[in-house]
């Protein structure tokens, strides 16, 4: 799956992808004016499952699909999910390996984790008081082979791209991007 058609994907998933359970860890719990994260998920449909701190936002129809959890210790069975999003969670956990750790716990085997944080050269991730690590691409594909995940894609530089071509094109969106984009599979 390519990474930056991973929300439409998730958003109308096709038959063969449709009774997946999907966790969303930090989706945001607030409505606009209040204090904290707006609430925007990346994933949406009735297998979707969210995880933040606080309860839900006012007026969101969540079903019983929200849980209030941290995502250093996920309240969930072994092997209970099979894709995980982290939508610029990381970032700001004091811990964001024991996150990955967990979230390659509760996912099933060939299990996919996706996870998006602001590059270390962008604006955001240095002006925002409440982000307690940068990460560069390296740094996030070590952790995340560190944490027992293969990772399969960490940019959009397609493979019909010339060899070389491809490894420069890949370094420079590596290097300049805004934001970060990683896929990983439980192995």
Same mark, same amino acid.
């Given at each position: 799956?390519?990474?930056?058609?991973?929300?439409?994907?998730?958003?109308?998933?096709?038959?063969?992808?449709?009774?997946?359970? @999907?966790?969303?860890?930090?989706?945001?719990?607030?409505?606009?004016?209040?204090?904290?994260?707006?609430?925007?998920?990346?994933?949406?449909?009735?297998?979707?499952?969210?995880?933040?701190?606080?309860?839900?936002?006012?007026?969101?129809?969540?079903?019983?699909?929200?849980?209030?959890?941290?995502?250093?210790?996920?309240?969930?069975?072994?092997?209970?999910?099979?894709?995980?999003?982290?939508?610029?969670?990381?970032?700001?956990?004091?811990?964001?390996?024991?996150?990955?750790?967990?979230?390659?716990?509760?996912?099933?085997?060939?299990?996919?984790?996706? @996870?998006?944080?602001?590059?270390?050269?962008?604006?955001?991730?240095?002006?925002?008081?409440?982000?307690?690590?940068?990460?560069?691409?390296?740094?996030?594909?070590?952790?995340?082979?560190?944490?027992?995940?293969?990772?399969?894609?960490?940019?959009?530089?397609?493979?019909?791209?010339?060899?070389?071509?491809?490894?420069?094109?890949?370094?420079?969106?590596?290097?300049?991007?805004?934001?970060?984009?990683?896929?990983?599979?439980?192995?």
């Amino acid at each position: 799956m390519n990474l930056s058609a991973l929300s439409r994907v998730l958003v109308t998933r096709g038959p063969d992808r449709g009774s997946e359970l @999907v966790l969303e860890i930090g989706p945001g719990s607030v409505i606009k004016g209040d204090k904290g994260y707006q609430f925007r998920p990346r994933v949406w449909g009735n297998t979707a499952v969210y995880l933040d701190l606080t309860k839900p936002p006012r007026g969101f129809d969540y079903s019983g699909n929200f849980v209030i959890g941290d995502a250093h210790a996920l309240p969930f069975r072994k092997s209970s999910f099979h894709i995980v999003c982290a939508s610029h969670i990381v970032e700001h956990l004091t811990n964001p390996e024991q996150c990955l750790l967990e979230c390659h716990r509760i996912l099933r085997e060939k299990g996919e984790i996706f @996870v998006w944080t602001p590059n270390f050269l962008d604006s955001t991730a240095v002006i925002d008081p409440t982000h307690k690590h940068k990460f560069n691409a390296l740094r996030l594909r070590r952790m995340l082979q560190r944490c027992n995940f293969k990772v399969t894609s960490i940019t959009n530089v397609g493979d019909k791209v010339p060899r070389g071509l491809r490894l420069i094109l890949m370094y420079l969106e590596l290097l300049f991007a805004a934001e970060l984009r990683v896929k990983g599979v439980k192995v």
